[in-house]
């Protein structure tokens, strides 16, 4: 579910590393924002990440 409708970005696994060099597993998750865009000249509602919110990526539909 957390998954970027324009740029594909998605859920990033990597490990905890403690001060005592243990490891434990963790994910990263984009910040993923539910938005009304205009998409193939229609609005629809879709999932999309806040910097491409941000860079003009997405037509907003109003």
Avoid: Q
């Amino acid at each position: 579910m957390a998954r970027c409708y324009v740029c594909e970005k998605g859920t990033v696994f990597g490990n905890n590393v403690s001060h005592s060099v243990r490891r434990t597993p963790r994910t990263w998750k984009p910040n993923i924002r539910k938005i009304k865009a205009i998409v193939d000249g229609t609005p629809k509602s879709i999932y999309v990440c806040t910097r491409c919110l941000r860079s003009n990526k997405v037509t907003r539909a109003m």
